[in-house]
């Protein structure tokens, strides 16, 4: 059974309907994952991309994840862009993993991080776009016989203005599905564009203001059985023992379901699985790790910093000399907490084993990953699974390249004995999504710097002890005990200085790390744009023009700092009592500057007035979904500057809920200017990530100017603030 | 058995006294447009109407909401958009959408009881976590479905 309506056989004459082939009923009513629902009409697979109804409508198949962040807007947009459709007939479905899996990977990376859904596939969107309408016109002018270049599309319709002919692109699809693809496109020069950089409205907007909207936690299936999980506290610990007597007496508890390192309690609705979990006694075998803390993993980060072997990732003249010969050296430690990602919607994922196949329905940024996730925990081949993609409540990079929620679905779902396959949907409590989650690793930074008579920079000397994600998820990614993308921001500074060195001391606890929106990014910028402001301050100097003078004319970064400096009104003086910070960074292709303006009280209490972020990503497809990103960029990088932080007490985290893991809210929130500035060229940048990395150090500039007080370990709840 | 009114229609639950409305609805009656965050009355998620009251329905019994009326998000709208899903149309508030059907009843209530909020009134009536981040959004939609 398929959610997503998708077609099953070979590219030629195929055909699609919203009618669910096989399987049993299901039942609630079908997501409405496209915008207009295929009333049973035959459609014309024209590319594999892009279905033509005899209607009119055009579907387009969307590969990666639509988390909110608008790609199941933006990226048909690139295709009708091309295709010269008429946009208000379009609407997007998910491309078929279980197809992906048969055709090769027709529709490449399923994969929705790093910023990169736009940024990656812009190109072979558009193309698939040009190819259908070339295909398309060809097929027209087929019919009429008519050379195909004398013929033009524009809103779904062909014309033929010789013989003063027009068809539509519904009436010619079949013909067009038959023909080989043009094998070289033509794009249109960016400054034709007629769709892309006009704002539009995104389909999944209406389903999420009805409630209709039918996330991974709401899959709704015949007998479907309920499970809630206890993973062990400690990472890596073990089941030793489960006395369940107390819990199997529960009303409706079906199963106790023990595993390696986790137990689980089914039953007929999720609360009481989650009630009778709670009167589980469970011994565990917590392993060497209970005895890690916040306090050890400091230490060992320390260690890290004080390693006289410690790998040097990058050196540009030498440091040492020019710090010895400096008129002035400043030296200063940042720290970064770990972070949960707490994404709205709970892990969870729904599995169906039946015998050696599963049908599993998840949220997920990797379609591809979490099939193959669920293949290994059955134990089969990938293509014994049929894998229906959800909207995800959220991602952030937790539902990314881990899906630990998948693999214990699929083995919870095996281990329930009915005398008939049922369904299980496993939802994880939030305190169970807060402790059992894989973090933003933790990190230590040593900065240092020389500077001569006249306050210039020239010496930098960077150290960093952090966990590395790459270890575990591609640890070839690490060389020469260096990985790469812990240190981004620092390897690739745009600011001139003579002499650079960069040190890396990876370092890692046994707390699971992975990537956190803006990964590395979400951190370094802190102590490179906070140390950066502690120079410029103890000379005295503008941070803007302190930063003018070390970016080279024509840098990105520059603009942006420039756009944001405008916008904001850098040069005019503020009210009385209001204090501003500025920071900039440059990620995933994308340059993004911050100004926040703020005030403190005589009780320590932030203020936000204003948030200023100027972005260049080079190209910007739908500017409100743009927009929309900078606001959420704001909210998720204020809120983990302000209060995020997981500790680690006996080798297990402290924190639960939203109670002990506070978020910002509406009454805190600051005004927001977001500022797209996009010059173009052939970097096309992305927008997911890339605004949330100067928030922190802008706000951190802002409360050092408000109070004269350096943050330099996050949250910012834990500093005791003081009005200077 | 637990009588209950929800959107204008009675239902009939066998579940146990303190079983939250939340699950009653989502599990039970499987109305999943209210959504679970957190279970302890801490985002919002899983707001809802009763007796013309925004509720947090992780923390409220079914059973102690007999003979009260019980509306979710699914009941807000039966024919046609209600003028704050409209200005949340309008103004693109969702991203996830997740948090959006408490969010959206949570400003359904503050309307009926102060037609004209003030930003003041705003930050003290919404108090629902949105991970998405769209506070500055659902901001600008409610004093624009409180003009419309
Ligand atoms: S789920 Fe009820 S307030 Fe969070
Ligand atoms: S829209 Fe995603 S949590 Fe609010």
Redesign the interface.
């Known amino acids: 059974m398929n959610l997503n309506r998708v077609v099953t056989s070979r590219r030629h004459f195929l055909k699609t309907s919203a009618a669910v082939g096989g399987g049993l009923a299901i039942?609630?009513a079908l997501p409405m994952q496209a915008r207009g629902q295929a009333q049973g009409t035959a459609a014309q697979e024209v590319t594999a991309w892009i279905l033509i109804h005899p209607d009119e409508r055009v579907v387009v198949r969307v590969a990666r994840s639509e988390?909110?962040?608008?790609s199941f807007t933006g990226l048909p947009m690139l295709v009708a862009e091309e295709l010269q459709c008429d946009w208000k007939q379009v609407s997007a479905e998910y491309a078929s993993t279980t197809e992906q899996m048969k055709r090769n990977r027709v529709w490449g990376s399923m994969s929705t991080g790093g910023s990169s859904s736009i940024r990656t596939s812009h190109e072979i969107l558009r193309k698939a776009g040009a190819t259908a309408r070339q295909m398309l016109i060809t097929a027209a002018a087929q019919n009429w016989g008519v050379p195909a270049i004398e013929c033009v599309a524009l809103n779904g319709v062909i014309t033929h203005a010789a013989s003063k002919r027009s068809t539509t692109f519904g009436r010619v699809a079949d013909r067009a599905a038959t023909l080989e693809a043009p094998k070289d496109v033509k794009l249109k020069d960016p400054k034709d564009w007629q769709l892309i950089g006009t704002s539009q409205?995104?389909f999944?907007?209406?389903?999420?203001?009805?409630?209709?909207?039918?996330?991974g936690?709401?899959v709704?299936l015949p007998n479907m059985l309920?499970a809630s999980i206890l993973q062990c506290p400690v990472f890596d610990g073990k089941v030793k023992s489960v006395d369940s007597s107390a819990a199997e007496k529960m009303?409706g508890v079906k199963q106790i379901v023990r595993l390696d390192n986790a137990v689980a309690v089914v039953a007929d609705?999720?609360?009481?699985a989650n009630q009778a979990l709670k009167l589980l006694k469970v011994e565990w075998d917590e392993g060497a790790n209970a005895t890690v803390s916040s306090q050890s993993i400091m230490a060992l980060l320390s260690d890290g910093l004080n390693d006289t072997a410690i790998p040097n990732a990058k050196k540009v003249g030498d440091v040492s000399a020019a710090l010895a010969g400096a008129a002035q050296v400043m030296e200063a430690e940042y720290f970064t907490p770990y972070l949960n990602h707490?994404?709205?919607?709970?892990q969870n994922c729904t599995a169906w084993v039946k015998g050696d196949k599963v049908e599993v329905w998840a949220p997920t940024q990797n379609a591809e990953a979490a099939v193959a996730e669920a293949a290994k925990a059955l134990g089969v081949a990938p293509t014994q699974v049929e894998f229906h993609k959800m909207?995800?409540?959220?991602?952030?990079g937790r539902r990314g390249v881990l899906h630990d929620f998948v693999k214990l679905a699929v083995l919870v779902a095996k281990q329930v004995n009915t005398t008939t396959d049922v369904p299980v949907k496993l939802?994880w409590?939030?305190e169970e999504d807060i402790k059992q989650g894989a973090y933003r690793p933790v990190s230590l930074y040593r900065m240092k710097a020389g500077l001569d008579a006249a306050g210039n920079v020239t010496a930098w000397h960077s150290r960093i002890a952090a966990p590395s994600i790459m270890l575990t998820f591609q640890p070839d990614r690490v060389r020469n005990g260096i990985d790469t993308n812990a240190l981004g921001g620092f390897i690739d500074m745009p600011y001139t200085v003579a002499n650079t060195q960069v040190d890396y001391s990876l370092k890692q606890p046994h707390v699971p790390v992975t990537f956190w929106r803006a990964v590395a990014h979400s951190q370094n910028p802190f102590a490179r744009e906070c140390f950066l402001d502690e120079m410029a301050q103890s000379n005295g100097k503008d941070p803007v023009e302190f930063r003018r003078a070390l970016l080279k004319a024509g840098d990105k970064n520059l603009l942006v700092m420039e756009a944001a400096a405008k916008a904001a009104g850098w040069s005019v003086p503020l009210p009385v009592g209001v204090h501003r910070g500025i920071a900039v960074q440059d990620s995933y292709g994308s340059y993004a500057a911050a100004v926040i303006e703020l005030s403190v009280s005589d009780q320590g209490e932030i203020d936000l007035k204003r948030v200023v972020v100027a972005v260049d990503p080079g190209y910007v497809v739908n500017p409100?979904?743009a927009k929309?990103q900078i606001?959420?960029?704001?909210?998720?990088g204020l809120t983990a500057a302000l209060y995020g932080e997981i500790t680690i007490k006996e080798g297990r985290v402290e924190q639960s809920?939203?109670?002990d893991y506070p978020?910002?809210?509406?009454?805190k929130?600051p005004?927001?200017e977001a500022v797209l500035v996009p010059t173009g060229g052939s970097t096309w940048g992305g927008l997911g990530e890339p605004p949330l990395s100067p928030l922190a150090p802008a706000l951190c500039n802002a409360i050092f100017a408000a109070t004269g007080q350096r943050i330099r370990s996050l949250p910012i709840k834990n500093h005791n603030l003081k009005k200077v | 058995m637990v009588k209950l009114n929800i959107n204008g229609k009675v239902h009939q639950v066998d579940v146990?006294p303190d079983?939250?409305l939340?699950?009653v609805l989502?599990?039970?009656l499987?109305?999943?447009?209210?959504?679970?965050?957190?279970?302890?009355a801490?985002?919002g998620?899983c707001t809802v109407h009763v007796n013309g009251e925004a509720m947090r329905s992780c923390s409220v019994p079914a059973s102690v909401l007999e003979g009260k009326k019980i509306t979710?998000?699914?009941g807000?709208?039966a024919t046609k958009?209600h003028k704050v899903?409209q200005a949340?149309?309008d103004h693109?508030?969702?991203?996830?959408?997740?948090?959006?059907?408490g969010m959206?009843m949570a400003a359904v209530n503050l309307l009926e009881k102060k037609p004209k909020p003030t930003d003041a009134d705003?930050?003290?009536a919404?108090?629902?976590?949105?991970?998405?981040?769209?506070?500055?959004?659902?901001?600008a939609a409610i004093h624009a479905a409180a003009k419309a």
């Open positions: 039942e609630f988390m909110g962040q608008g409205k995104r999944d907007i209406p389903d999420k203001v009805t409630g209709k909207q039918v996330y936690i709401d709704t309920h009303r609705n999720w609360w009481r707490a994404t709205m919607e709970p909207h995800l409540g959220g991602g952030f939802t409590s939030r409100d979904s929309a606001e959420s960029c704001v909210v998720y809920n939203f109670y978020m910002l809210r509406i009454n929130m005004k927001v | 146990e079983m939250p939340l699950w989502r599990d039970i499987k109305m999943t447009g209210t959504k679970y965050g957190c279970g302890v801490q985002c998620a979710t998000i699914e807000l709208a958009l899903q949340w149309i693109e508030v969702p991203q996830c959408g997740y948090c959006q059907s959206i705003i930050d003290a919404m108090s629902n976590i949105c991970r998405c981040g769209t506070y500055v959004r659902v901001r």
